[in-house]
């Protein structure tokens, strides 16, 4: 990934997009071979079923370095297994509300079903959520690494040798 | 041989760590007999200048409890860590940041103003706040400086065991004590405890069933809970599938759903949202409105998921009230 300006009106978000394989993915590349044009800003990462996508994985993404994160999976009942976007629907309501408390907008985290016919609906969704990011600016999270001393404390200590504030 | 000297030492804790401690018992005199208890300030008179005239890596252990918020804290347990060949990160708090972890929802300049003039029980028309330096005529008064986020320990120094649990169960420290003096110890960065689900060794988890759905969540004043029968699927809130064993259920057994002070198993990087996961997966509601309306009875997530982890997960503290210092982990 290449460096995040701090320019915003050079502002290029990130966006990590995770899609299903069965639906989202497919609607994806129906859009690439059907040479549909949208804003390039999201990686997609395949995953065999929204259900599959851990809210580890999206913690962990803004934590990288995302300024938002896309999922995409088969609308309901389409499942491919069943029930996985239903798990994906409720862990995504329940993340959103927790990443709000957490001063995250709500804007960065957006789930939508898109089918595999629907290549027409990924360029639209890439290119709203892009525009939407792009309006919001950049999410500086800093990395952290998962275990260990990951965290560099200077700021901290810059604010105890000022006498806080 | 000299016995190996130990020493105990207390951050942004509750006190509940040194209980533990003292909830030994009687095998606490086989523990003084064993080790030169050096330096516990809780318990016994020492003071910060019987750590400086130590040297280096005389503490054959120090078990250190409390998560790291003030500059005080993080100059003692440098200290600390210069003179001990070995730190324990003793119970939630310097494991995973702990309930003072929460703080990370507001910023230092919010919990002052709380804690000096919103509070409904304090009085304080002067608006009188504490100052790091005061000037009076005798000279100047100094006081620790407050951080704007809190820290484990392992995110200020070097850790080399962790302790874990609220505080940590009485079976464990005796264990860790007994490895640390015999040298059996495992690998370095290890959490001293078991590493499986509480699940595993709950006292209900033969009455969990097969398939387990969930209507809606309860609080425990809610219902009127059956002791016989796991307590998610009667609608509690338990967390106990995604913690870590070694409490033996003391929560549940006492008829209250674990909330996950054991921290999760090393299967897991980030507690609240693996915990957020497993429970969003057993509910029973499929419509996004009749989701909203089940998981309202889940009034804060924040609360509720990262209840001893905020600062040791991946959001680490709330992002917008981080302050333009730089400190936006």
């Known amino acids: 990934m290449s460096d995040k300006s701090t320019n915003k009106t050079a502002f290029e978000p990130r966006i990590v997009a995770f899609f299903c394989n069965w639906c989202t993915y497919t609607g994806a590349d129906l859009a690439g071979t059907s040479r549909m044009v949208y804003a390039p800003n999201a990686r997609v990462i395949r995953v065999m079923c929204s259900g599959r996508i851990d809210p580890q994985f999206i913690v962990a993404a803004f934590r990288s370095g995302a300024d938002g994160v896309l999922i995409g999976g088969c609308h309901p009942g389409d499942c491919h297994y069943q029930e996985g976007n239903y798990k994906a629907l409720r862990r995504f309501t329940m993340l959103q509300r927790l990443l709000d408390d957490l001063g995250i907008d709500k804007r960065r985290l957006r789930l939508e079903w898109i089918s595999a016919s629907e290549g027409d609906r990924v360029q639209k969704v890439m290119n709203q959520m892009t525009a939407d990011i ?14 260990g001393i990951g965290l560099s404390i200077e700021a901290d200590i810059a604010v105890a040798a000022e006498g806080g504030a | 041989m000299s016995k190996p000297k130990v020493g105990l030492y207390w951050c942004a804790s509750c006190g509940g760590c040194e209980e533990a401690v003292v909830d030994l018992g009687e095998d606490i005199l086989a523990v003084v007999e064993a080790v030169d208890l050096s330096f516990w300030p809780v318990a016994l008179d020492f003071k910060r200048t019987d750590v400086e005239a130590m040297a280096d890596g005389e503490l054959a252990v120090t078990f250190i409890n409390g998560a790291i918020r003030n500059s005080e804290q993080f ?26 972890g929460l703080a990370n929802v507001a910023n230092r300049e919010a919990i002052l103003k709380e804690a000096y003039s919103n509070v409904p029980s304090v009085v304080n028309d002067n608006g009188t706040s504490p100052q790091e330096s005061t000037e009076v005529k005798e000279g100047t008064l100094t006081l620790p400086a407050l951080w704007n986020t809190v820290k484990t320990l392992d995110q200020v120094i070097a850790v080399d065991y962790y302790l874990p649990g609220c505080p940590p169960p009485v079976k464990l420290i005796k264990n860790a004590v007994m490895a640390i003096l015999s040298g059996k110890l495992p690998e370095k960065g290890a959490v001293l405890a078991p590493d499986n689900a509480l699940c595993d060794e709950c006292p209900h988890r033969d009455s969990k069933p097969e398939k387990l759905t969930i209507k809606e969540f309860k609080r425990p004043s809610q219902i009127k809970v059956d002791p016989e029968q796991c307590l998610l699927a009667q609608g509690l809130l338990c967390l106990g599938s995604i913690t870590r064993a070694g409490c033996e259920a003391a ?25 957020l996961s497993a429970l969003m997966s057993v509910i029973e509601a499929k419509e996004a409105g009749e989701i909203e309306t089940m998981l309202k009875n889940v009034v804060d997530p924040v609360g509720t998921f990262y209840r001893y982890s905020l600062p040791a997960s991946n959001m680490h503290r709330r992002y917008d009230l981080a302050g333009e210092r730089g400190d936006k982990r």
Do not use: W
């Open chain 1, 134 to 147: 792009k309006a919001l600016g950049p999410l500086k999270l800093e990395p952290m690494a998962f275990a």
């Open chain 2, 75 to 100: 100059e003692m347990v440098e200290k600390l860590r210069q003179k001990s060949q070995l730190i324990v990160a003793f119970g939630s708090c310097a494991h995973l940041g702990g309930i003072p």
């Open chain 2, 251 to 275: 929560c549940v057994k006492a008829n209250m759903p674990c909330t996950g002070c054991m921290g999760p198993t090393s299967h897991v990087k980030d507690y609240g949202a693996k915990a």
